[in-house]
């Protein structure tokens, strides 16, 4: 009875899906509320960013990429395109910011961006509302009936 019931759960928890769901859930979130966090507070963003000898509007675009992105990855739709934007960021923020501190000043920033990357590369799964990869075949804007890729990441 008992050795059922395990095998029952490893059948469920082995789904990819759902592993995707979670990490673009807390991931989405992460970024939600830190861009959140940035656009109430703009102009000491914007500031900020001038002492790493960005121009303000950068602090802007990096506020609302964050919010709009970080929504985009919980709700499912463009992961791959935030992800990589995502992935990105995180790269350059460790290195302008946290890479004075050591590797503890970094951790937080290479975890969100290996994240990042990582949903880049394998995309939205099967729970997300509006998926721009094939399941079938990975493409973009793929037609599954037919197997035709538009594109192909």
Known sequence: MLIDTLNGAGRFFYKRSFG?????????????????????NISQVAVFFGTLGFWPWVAYFIGWLEVIGG????????????????????????????????FSGIEFELLLAAASFGLALIGSGKYS????????????????????CVAVP
């Open 129 to 148: 509302v509006y998926k721009m990869e094939c399941q079938n075949c990975g493409g973009v804007f793929c037609n599954a009936e037919t197997g035709v």
């Open 71 to 102: 929504l985009a990855l919980i709700l499912g739709i463009a992961t791959r395109a935030f992800g990589v934007l995502f992935g990105i960021e995180m790269i350059v923020a460790a290195a302008l910011v946290g890479a004075a501190h050591g």
């Open 20 to 40: 995707l769901l979670l990490i673009r859930l807390v991931v989405g979130l992460i970024f939600l509320v830190h861009g959140w966090d940035k656009v109430e």
